[in-house]
């Protein structure tokens, strides 16, 4: 086991860790928030963007997690615990005065991130439907025989619509 004032730093760093992860994740729900309020308003370039910087935040996030891991598993061996204890095992084993703080911050991390997925999850919702409204009003405009049955061999027959120049279908 290694001396306690490391052990201590090796602890401090993880609640930062742990901080600037929940700092990562506030983020990205706030620009999941942006991208429902974008979807809902139908403004595509805006969304578009809000998609690209949430593409980069998950990147940051993914940074951050793997940061922390890397933090949580040299504190788990500073406590004589292997390099994948989770923090039910570690926790009890840090000075007390850390315990509370430590399970604050794993656990808002842990909600913050069931926010996130839960958010994605609703954002591919609307997604999805604007999409699926989308095709129904192309498909008025232009319809086409394209079949959604399967045939004998196992696949869709592809037709391509014959579309009349503008004239003739005016005229």
Request: charged fraction near 25%.
């Amino acid at each position: 086991m290694a001396s306690k004032p490391a052990m201590i730093d090796t602890l401090q760093h993880l609640i930062e860790t742990l901080r600037h992860e929940l700092q990562q994740y506030g983020e990205m729900l706030a620009l999941m928030d942006r991208e429902q309020d974008l979807i809902v308003q139908r403004s595509s370039q805006e969304l578009y963007d809000t998609v690209s910087a949430i593409q980069s935040q998950a990147g940051f996030i993914q940074d951050a997690r793997a940061n922390r891991e890397q933090v949580r598993a040299e504190l788990a061996e500073r406590l004589g615990r292997s390099e994948n204890a989770s923090f039910d095992e570690i926790v009890p084993r840090v000075p007390a005065e850390y315990r509370p703080l430590l399970e604050a911050l794993v656990g808002e991390n842990n909600q913050l991130l069931f926010r996130v997925q839960q958010r994605a999850r609703q954002n591919h919702l609307l997604l999805s439907r604007s999409m699926e409204l989308m095709q129904r009003f192309l498909s008025t405009l232009f319809p086409t025989r394209d079949s959604q049955v399967y045939n004998d061999h196992g696949t869709r027959p592809i037709w391509a619509p014959t579309l009349r120049p503008l004239y003739e279908a005016v005229g």
